[in-house]
Each structure stands twice: as C-alpha cells, then as structure tokens.
T-cell receptor, first 115, second 112 residues
Framework: KQEVTQIPAALSVPEGENLVLNCSFTDSAIYNLQWFRQDPGKGLTSLLLIQSSQREQTSGRLNASLDKSSGRSTLYIAASQPGDSATYLCAVYKYSGGGADGLTFGKGTHLIIQP | DAGVTQSPTHLIKTRGQHVTLRCSPISGHKSVSWYQQVLGQGPQFIFQYYEKEERGRGNFPDRFSARQFPNYSSELNVNALLLGDSALYLC???????????FGDGTRLSIL
C-alpha cells in the first residue's frame, strides 16, 4: 500500500527566506507526482506536476524535484511571501493493472510566512 | 474558462439520511475523481470515472456510490450517513490520467 509522508508538518519562517518542503513515498512505481496548495476551507490548487520520467519542474518561484528510485520529492520556494502561507500537499498517482488507484496524498505541510 | 464546480457548498444532514453531491468538470475533461478530506488529513481517494465508466475505487464501503453522465458531470451518493462521514468532499477533473488533476472547492458535509 502506497504511503506518502511530508516533513515538516508545520513551518513558520520570515518573509524573504528560501525554503524546502519534503515528500517521501513508499512505492516507487508511480505515474506522476503532483504538488498542491490548499487555503483554509478551500479546495486544492495544482502547483506542479512531475511525470515519472522527469527530474524536476519549475513554475515562477517554485521548483519541484523528483527522485523516483529513492521515493523522494522536494518543493523549493524562493523568496517566500506572506501570500505563500497555506497548506502544501504532495500526492502520487499510480495506475495498476486493475484500474486507477487515484492520488495518494500526504498530510501536508502547514506553512506560515511572517511579514 | 470555468474551473471545476461543485454543489452544494455546504450541507447538513442527520445520521441515516442519504446525500447526493454534484460536480461539473472543466470543459473538455473526461475524467472525474472524488476524494474525502477529514480535518487535518490529506484527501482520500473514493472513485475515478473516465468516459462514464468506473476506472478505480478506493477503500470505502458500499454506502458510497457514484456515476458519470454523458456530459461528463458526476454525482457522488452516500447512503445511511454516519457521523464519521462528516468531511470536505472534493471533486477533481483531468483530461487524461497522467495529466494534472484540477480540484473544485468542495462540499462541506456535516452529519448531526
């Protein structure tokens, strides 16, 4: 059974700092990995998707890397801003012979950027 | 373009009742998935539908069922509601399984 772990569970840093969020997964036979942000009481906003054949993806101040063999991904946020405060979720997608397994999520990292 | 839309936004039910939640995917997306998110946890996979057929099912009891319509919208039905069914129910759509999944804002279901 796929398990996804995110470290740290919570993080509070001053504005302007660069930071790294970590995600690990137990089954490396994944299709892709996706990072999301979730604001309180809201749905999920897709940030980056990395296919299993890729090593990293970048969007603006965000960079996500994937090391499938070791079961790890990191999300790097450069020059953090108060608007980046949210819960960040990592999810892996696997399609087995019996059908789609859907996304398996970690519990998230609750990020607070202090002005 | 409109994103994934879900209705209703909030719902209050009592134990034993049933509920129907609705989802409209992004235009052109043929895959719809449903997730349950309880407070403090990541979403848990319930169902995936593609081209109106069930393509995957998570570890949920038979009280949970879903369907997808010809216009690719979807319904999630939950029978015999339990207190533990209180959660945020999220719908996601994508064009293909290996493409990004886009989520709606969810339906907040409270069971009294």
């Amino acid at each position: 059974k796929q398990e996804v772990t995110q470290i740290p569970a919570a993080l509070s840093v001053p504005e302007g700092e660069n930071l790294v969020l970590n995600c690990s997964f137990t089954d490396s036979a994944i299709y892709n990995l996706q990072w999301f942000r979730q604001d309180p009481g809201k749905g999920l906003t897709s940030l980056l998707l990395i296919q299993s054949s890729q090593r990293e993806q970048t969007s603006g101040r965000l960079n996500a890397s994937l090391d499938k063999s070791s079961g790890r991904s990191t999300l790097y946020i450069a020059a953090s801003q108060p608007g980046d405060s949210a819960t960040y979720l990592c999810a892996v997608y696997k399609y087995s012979g019996g059908g789609a397994d859907g996304l398996t999520f970690g519990k998230g990292t609750h990020l607070i950027i202090q002005p | 373009d409109a994103g994934v839309t879900q209705s209703p936004t909030h719902l209050i039910k009592t134990r034993g009742q049933h509920v129907t939640l609705r989802c409209s995917p992004i235009s052109g997306h043929k895959s719809v998935s449903w997730y349950q998110q309880v407070l403090g946890q990541g979403p848990q996979f319930i169902f995936q539908y593609y081209e109106k057929e069930e393509r995957g099912r998570g570890n949920f009891p038979d009280r949970f069922s879903a369907r997808q319509f010809p216009n690719y919208s979807s319904e999630l039905n939950v029978n015999a509601l339990l207190l533990g069914d209180s959660a945020l129910y999220l719908c996601a759509s994508s064009s293909l399984s290996n493409q990004p999944q886009h989520f709606g804002d969810g339906t907040r279901l409270s069971i009294l």
